[in-house]
């Protein structure tokens, strides 16, 4: 097949939604396309000075192509997460008051320089119950704003998107949900929401649009439009940016994306003539995310969004040593970070489900209730009342320094405190559960951060009363007289760490995370501690991170390279056996048509014969219909025209009666077969084996040719463009004597040969290869189908949505 065939047949791929992709065909296309760009530079060489030039420089520009595009793309998200976090505060801040000397301004811009508050910013009104209803007012009109947007013009926008994004990284094509009108929805409709005051931050979904903003620039390129395997380099490059611009933490948003989105990377490379398949997460992936994400946190710190010199409003920094017996009270902290993620999480999806079966219709009704009842229910706390990463600044924040909010370093006001900061956690926990996964824009991050802060303030607090209330006890022996001993903004820094590895199920992205925010090397070790009891917990007790599970929930086709399996069976107890077959030769183009308008399959293997299902090959869905289309331009191609699916060579000089089978299979849009387990009875064909075709099969006759076959004489059917031609579907003038003397055929007529777009080598296994391997093949190589075989005989296919709906229904 000619280079421009395999590019408009990616191009085709690209918009099949809820299908895989095939990672080893995808790889072998791009091998195509590096051989002929090799050999079209090498017939440059030798020629005049100027086409060499040319050469030359489109090799330097090749080379450094992929660092422009995430230069570009960093760049990118950088000013679109410096935008949002402008419109956030000033929307946020607005359902408070406004700005006498300019009312786009908000509070810290209209008060630069003030520690707390400022004449020119005045409240709504003098009288509480006005600026009451005014701040849920503008609570639920945001709400209900970010949910139009999002129903009406982009459904995808709708929460988070990492679930959605790990699939999609993995080989799962999903139309629209990277595009750019999603970006702009999400860009749009995500400051509505975090204003509205509902539980859900911005930080998870600014994965979402940073990866929309890389996937909508790289299009522009016809490398990366056309190669799935490079694009899915940009996309793990904008996830790592989205959460280092998000954090501040360029590192931490890398070590994110490779714990987040770990993969098994599929690269083809040369070497020594050898195409080589690597199973390990890319190097160059790395270094690319690293400096996509360095462009992005250099662009948003050059804005400076918040004109304090910060990137992100909770930046703290500790300059003081913490203390060994403390670390008995960070166990406590881990604790509750796994607790937390595992009760979220299993409560979310209850809520989740509820939503999906009861409130499907009333999307925007659903996200302007919650945002009312939130709003009239936190008004009254301090903590749950302001935006959530200013309530963490707050909180981190050390009370020796003189800084204060509200009553929050005296000591007078500590059972008052206590009780605010109790009710802030359970309260946001329960927001948090029902309002994470409405429809808007919604991220967990930033939620569990402010639950794990205020539980940490309040464990930090206790520690403080006890010392205080013990100061000689020997369990404080290791505190100086001199200096304070026990820091509750610590506590809360830590107790944010642990809720966001528990909701998450991360460890080192988190540990570093939090370091980069911080600044402080003495609290590494601490933060390890915390997040690793958390781990601990979390491994022991729940099912993964809320993202994961959301993946189990929705149903998506995502292979978890992290995750061990244990079947303890054969490929052939899961294999799909009803399956539709191509004969190699002998069906006519109009029941081919017939076949692809009543299936919906991904793809048909290919056998030399019905009776002796031998297998010949496999040729994808896409591909058949591609040449079909393609011969109809080029000739007048009649229904009654006979199909090849081999090459004329190693076709028999009798056909045989020749089937088209048809299975009790669904469609499952992805390979070739969805689920169709009423198959035990099996047609016996010789003694051959026992794994042979089902009974019960609906088998469409062809009647028998008169005289054998006349080796076809190849008419070849130019491209589109022009150029020489290519073998897209050799068409075969019949009732012609060939150059091999063979008889002319009776009855004559046209003949299309498919032959070239076949599989001759697809992946196959034997019916009693262990299914956890089968898994291994899946996860590793990244086929969209594996061909079960016994003896060169097709028994069945399996595709990873058969094995994914086998491991939901058995485990």
Not at 384 to 401: A, G, P, V
Not at 783 to 798: A, D, K, M, T
Request: aromatic share 10%; glycine share 8%.
């Amino acid at each position: 097949m000619a280079t421009t065939d395999f590019e408009e047949i990616a191009e085709i791929k690209r918009y099949e939604d809820f299908s895989t992709i095939d990672w080893v065909q995808d790889a072998a296309r791009e091998q195509l396309r590096q051989r002929v760009r090799r050999s079209r530079s090498l017939k440059t060489y030798g020629r005049s000075w100027l086409p060499t030039v040319l050469a030359h420089f489109r090799e330097l520009y090749g080379s450094i192509q992929g660092w422009i595009v995430v230069s570009c793309i960093g760049a990118s998200i950088g000013a679109i997460a410096a935008m949002l976090n402008i419109i956030t505060e000033w929307l946020s801040d607005i359902k408070l008051g406004y700005c006498t000397t300019g009312f786009y301004l908000n509070e810290k811009f209209c008060c630069s320089g003030a520690d707390v508050g400022c004449p020119e910013w005045h409240q709504w009104s003098s009288w509480s119950i006005f600026n009451y209803l005014i701040f849920v007012i503008l609570s639920v009109c945001f709400a209900t704003m970010s949910a139009f947007l999002v129903k009406f013009y982009a459904p995808y926008a709708a929460g988070s998107g990492i679930s959605e994004i790990k699939c999609i990284v993995s080989g799962f094509v999903m139309k629209g949900f990277l595009g750019g009108w999603t970006l702009l929805i999400k860009s749009l409709g995500l400051p509505l929401a975090i204003a509205s005051g509902l539980s859900v931050g911005k930080e998870g979904p600014s994965v979402h649009y940073a990866v929309c903003a890389g996937n909508v620039i790289a299009r522009c390129f016809n490398r990366y439009r056309r190669n799935a395997a490079k694009m899915r380099e940009i996309l793990t490059a904008c996830a790592a940016t989205g959460v280092a611009v998000a954090f501040g933490s360029p590192i931490g948003g890398v070590l994110f994306s490779l714990e987040v989105f770990l993969i098994c990377s599929l690269t083809a490379t040369q070497s020594n003539k050898k195409q080589e398949i690597s199973s390990n997460f890319s190097l160059k992936t790395m270094w690319r995310s690293y400096f996509c994400a360095l462009f992005g946190t250099a662009v948003l710190a050059a804005i400076n969004p918040f004109r304090t010199g910060q990137l992100v409003m909770f930046q703290v920094h500790y300059d003081r040593d913490w203390h060994f017996f403390e670390i008995i009270f960070f166990i406590i902290l881990g604790v509750f970070g796994g607790l937390y993620g595992i009760f979220v999480s299993k409560w979310n999806l209850e809520a989740q489900a509820f939503r999906k079966k009861h409130l499907g219709k009333y999307a925007i009704e659903e996200a302007a209730c919650l945002a009312g009842i939130t709003a009239a229910i936190c008004y009254f706390n301090k903590f749950l009342k302001i935006d959530m990463t200013e309530s963490l600044e707050i909180l981190f924040k050390e009370c020796e320094r003189g800084e204060d909010y509200d009553g929050l370093c005296e000591p007078s006001n500590r059972s008052r405190l206590i009780a605010s900061l109790i009710f802030a956690t359970v309260v946001r926990t329960l927001l948090v559960i029902v309002s994470y996964g409405s429809k808007v824009p919604a991220g967990i991050f930033v939620p569990s951060m402010a639950i794990g802060a205020s539980f940490g303030r309040l464990v930090g607090i206790i520690v403080q009363v006890l010392h205080e209330s013990h100061p000689e006890s020997a369990f404080f022996a290791a505190c100086s007289k001199d200096a304070p001993c026990i820091t509750p903004g610590t506590y809360a820094f830590l107790g944010a760490g642990a809720a966001l590895s528990g909701i998450m199920n991360i460890t080192v992205s988190v540990v570093v995370i939090m370091f980069e925010l911080t600044g402080a090397l003495t609290y590494i070790l601490p933060t390890m501690i915390v997040v690793g009891v958390t781990k601990i917990i979390n491994e022991k007790f729940g099912r993964g991170g809320i993202a994961d599970q959301a993946i189990f929930f929705n149903g998506f086709p995502f292979l978890d390279n992290k995750e061990e399996h244990v079947f303890g069976v054969n490929v052939s107890d899961a294999m799909i056996q009803g399956v539709s077959v191509l004969p190699s030769y002998g069906m006519v183009l109009g029941e081919v048509e017939e076949l692809l308008k009543r299936t919906k399959y991904g793809g048909f293997p290919v056998v030399e014969d019905t009776r002796s299902m031998i297998l010949s090959g496999y040729i994808g869905r896409t591909e058949l219909q591609y040449a079909i289309e393609r011969a109809k331009r080029s000739s007048a191609i009649q229904p009654t025209a006979k199909c090849f699916f081999t090459t004329p060579d190693q076709m028999p000089l009798r056909p045989a009666s020749v089937s088209a089978i048809t299975g009790n299979a669904a469609t499952n849009g992805n390979g070739a077969v969805s689920d169709s387990r009423d198959s035990s009875a099996v047609v016996s064909s010789g003694n051959a084996s026992s794994y042979d075709l089902p009974t019960g099969m609906t088998t469409v006759k062809m009647a028998k040719s008169a005289s054998p076959q006349p080796r076809p004489l190849h008419v070849d059917i130019p491209n589109d463009q022009g150029e020489a031609p290519s073998l897209i579907a050799t068409v075969v003038i019949g009732g012609q004597a060939s150059a091999s003397g063979m008889p002319e055929e009776e009855h004559g007529g046209m003949h299309v040969d498919f032959s070239q777009f076949i599989d001759i080598t697809p992946i196959t296994v034997n019916p009693k290869f262990p299914l956890e391997t089968v898994m291994e093949l899946f996860k590793k190589l990244g086929p969209s189908v594996i061909l079960v075989e016994y003896r060169g005989r097709l028994c069945g296919l399996i595709t990873p949505k058969d094995l994914l709906k086998y491991q939901f229904n058995k485990h």
